[in-house]
């Protein structure tokens, strides 16, 4: 993979907001663990503590309810640039499972890290929770047309 590449989260956010330079490197830095997933691999399970969030630098990936044996309700689908798991980030444990609908690149990286940009960048958490917001609309949207 190359060193140098344009972050898919700076791409996703500057939608919502202006990024600068000192901004972009720090959201290029919440992709510098890139690991290839196959398509089914899950991200992570229902019950399973949020301790890794993931952006997705390629493919496809979602998240999902289990209503029964063979029936499950899926809840978000995230596209390269997306933030995964950041609903949860706050939360004792996972809601939902998460897996890739697509072979792709992820990038873990600790909860942790999104409190500190928080702290330290009000810009970048504000484009976050407006990344945030606008999965949960289509999240809603859904549930209003079921």
Known sequence: ????????????????????????????????DPQEVKKGHELWTVGMRPDQLYTLRSGWAYSYHCL?????????????GDLMGIR??????HYTTAAMLTDGIICPFPTGRIKDIFETHP????????SAARQQAVITDRLINV
């Open 68 to 80: 029964g044996e063979n029936t499950i309700r899926v809840l978000d689908i995230f596209i390269p």
């Open 88 to 93: 949860d980030a706050t939360l004792p444990h």
């Open 1 to 32: 993979m190359a060193d140098h590449f344009e972050s898919c989260v700076t791409q996703n956010l500057s939608h919502h907001m202006t990024i600068g330079e000192r901004e972009a490197q720090i959201l290029s830095e919440l992709e510098q």
């Open 123 to 130: 810009n970048l958490a504000m484009g976050i929770h407006a």
